[in-house]
Each structure stands twice: as structure tokens, then as C-alpha cells.
């Protein structure tokens, strides 16, 4: 969809999600405060989650920010490889491997090290006790990758590494009737493999329809397309060959704080990936205390009628920011 070209800084949300609407009203939910991540940089981030005027919940600086600034980092809330990537990448960080692993496991998947085996050991084990292959298949055959991230989370509840509500704070989009249907047949198979695991019905009982679809259309309008820039020289320039841009990511993520990041065609933060699917947020100019931050969900390199059209189908609103009302 979106041929390579010299990108403006822009922190891709993913754009597949065609027909889909981010609704713009504002949530009724209290926005959640600026809790710092794990990897930020000392102290709480600069930042605070406000009501703005025309696009619901926006995220704001509590103070002057340099250009090239790290503002805060994220860890994502969830992640998942890119299928093609799955045997080149950490499971669990997406983290570029080297070859050196000595962890693959009887999947085919391995982990950077003890951290990351560590720490998904308990949803890794889950996963690992259950036949996903009807699953996957459907997924494959459908060119569907965010089920993956719902089968990753359902999973981690089960290992009681996170709530079944850890998304609900999120704009949801709007699910057409025909996915609803689509959605309906993913959630019979995902459904059935844990049954068929022999799993206590009480243990599933967070896996119903409502919270499959609720995750879903939540994962849908969030969920970022991760490109790391550290990769080896050669992913470099296979990279810069590449013709499609979705053969850059290695997976896909869902984070909290992010999440709430507004759009801009001429946005003043960016997103990087370094090495792994944690998510820096940089200034891209000075930035005043009190300003609003914006990322560009896009391309910003496509002209201006593109940009609207992609941003209405995807995220289903008007783009009407300074850049694109002045024509550019
Ligand atoms: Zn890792
Ligand atoms: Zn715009």
C-alpha cells in the first residue's frame, strides 16, 4: 500500500485497518496518568494525558523539550513477530537475533536470553500447551496478524501476567458487520484450541465473544508496526530494497501511553525502535511547555490528498492539521 519512498519522520500505526473508524469522541474514561515505563529515562516523563480541543484525549509536555530530545520510552503492553520473522527474532522483544542462541525451542522460536525467557516463561508455557494450528492456519490464510497479539494476551492471562481489562482504557474502532463475522470464526477456533487443551472452563471464562472482539477492534486502531532501525547492515539494505514497506517491520505492538499520542502530517515526536519492540519517543524540534505532542500515524512523505485519504479510511478522521490545511 505504501510504496518506499524517503519517509518524514512518521511512527507507523499500522494501516490495514481500512474501512475501520477511530472514533474521535471523547472517552469517558478517566485518561490514565503518565506513569513512567520501565526504560524511560529517570523520573517520570514529561508528559501528562489532557482533553484536547478537536481530537479527544491528547498527550501534552509539562515542560521545554530540545530537539532530538528522548521524551519517554514504553515497553509495549504486548508484541508479536511477524510471522516471516519468527525464527529471526526474540519471541518475546522481537529483538534482532544473531544466530548464537542456543534457546530454540522445540517451536522454532527462541529468546534473546534469561530476561526475555524469564519473563514470558509463564505464557510461553501456556502457549506451548495448546494446538494454535487451526488457528494460525485461518490467520495465514486471511493474512491476519493481530489475532496473534490476541492469542499472545490470552495467553499472559492465563499466566497471570496481565489483566483481562489491560486494554480497556484504549479507543476501540468500529467493526464493520462483514468483519464481525470474520471475527466471530477467529474466536470459535481460538476458543476451541483451549478447550481442546483440557484447560479448566473457570480458567476461560475471561474468553468470551465480547472480550475477543473488545481486544480486537482495541489492538485494530493502536497497535504500532515495529521497525527497528538497529538491525544488522545487511536487514539495512535489504530493508532499503524492499519494495513494500510492511517487509520492514518484525512485528507488530500494542502500547498504553503512545496510544494516546494525537496525529500530525508535520508531527514534532517521532517513534523509534532501537533493538526491540520498546518504543522511544523523540522530539523532533523544540518543543514549548504545555504543547501538544503528535506523532505521524502515515507516510508523511505521500502528498497531501493521499495522506487524508489513508487517514480517513484507517483511522476515520478529517486530517485537519496546519500542514494539511495550508495544502501541502
Ligand atoms: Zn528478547
Ligand atoms: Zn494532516
Not at 115 to 132: A, L, T
Not at 149 to 158: D, G, Q
Request: proline fraction near 5%; aromatic fraction near 8%.
Amino acid at each position: 500500500m505504501l510504496a518506499s519512498r524517503v519517509r518524514r519522520a512518521c511512527s507507523l500505526r499500522s494501516v490495514e485497518m481500512l474501512h475501520l473508524r477511530r472514533l474521535s469522541t471523547v472517552n469517558d474514561r478517566t485518561p490514565p496518568s503518565a506513569a513512567p515505563d520501565a526504560s524511560s529515562p529517570a523520573g517520570p516523563p514529561p508528559v501528562r494525558v489532557a482533553i484536547t480541543e478537536t481530537a479527544g484525549r491528547g498527550v501534552f509536555t509539562t515542560r521545554s523539550i530540545g530537539s532530538g530530545e528522548l521524551i519517554h520510552s514504553a515497553e509495549p503492553v504486548v508484541c508479536h513477530p511477524s510471522v516471516d520473522d519468527l525464527p529471526a527474532v526474540c519471541y518475546s522483544c522481537l529483538k534482532a537475533l544473531d544466530g548464537s542462541e542456543d534457546r530454540r525451542t522445540a517451536a522454532g522460536v527462541a529468546f534473546c536470553g534469561e530476561r526475555c525467557m524469564g519473563r514470558s516463561k509463564g505464557s510461553f508455557e501456556v502457549e506451548m500447551g495448546i494446538d494454535f494450528s487451526a488457528y494460525h492456519d485461518y490467520c495465514r490464510s486471511h493474512g491476519l496478524k493481530y489475532p496473534l497479539l490476541v492469542k499472545r494476551l490470552a495467553c499472559m492471562v492465563l499466566a497471570g501476567e496481565t489483566r483481562v481489562e489491560c486494554l480497556d482504557v484504549l479507543q476501540p474502532a468500529y467493526l464493520p458487520m462483514g468483519m464481525i463475522v470474520q471475527i466471530e470464526e477467529e474466536f470459535a477456533l481460538l476458543k476451541r484450541a483451549f478447550k481442546a487443551a483440557g484447560l479448566m472452563d473457570e480458567r476461560i471464562a475471561f474468553l468470551t465473544k465480547n472480550w475477543y472482539t473488545g481486544i480486537l477492534s482495541r489492538i485494530r486502531i493502536n497497535a504500532f508496526r515495529v521497525e527497528i532501525i538497529g538491525r544488522s547492515y545487511e536487514s539495512l539494505l535489504s530493508m532499503a530494497a524492499a519494495s513494500v514497506e510492511a517487509e520492514t517491520a518484525v512485528g507488530n505492538a500494542v502500547y498504553m501511553l503512545p496510544s494516546f499520542y494525537n496525529h500530525d502530517c508535520d508531527p514534532n515526536t517521532h517513534i523509534i525502535w532501537l533493538e526491540s519492540a520498546v518504543a522511544r519517543l523523540k522530539a523532533l524540534r523544540e518543543i514549548q511547555p504545555g504543547e501538544e505532542l503528535r506523532i505521524c500515524y502515515i507516510d508523511a512523505s505521500l502528498g497531501r490528498d493521499a495522506r487524508r485519504a489513508l487517514l480517513y479510511q484507517g483511522f476515520g478522521f478529517q486530517c485537519n492539521c496546519p500542514r494539511c490545511l495550508s495544502g501541502d
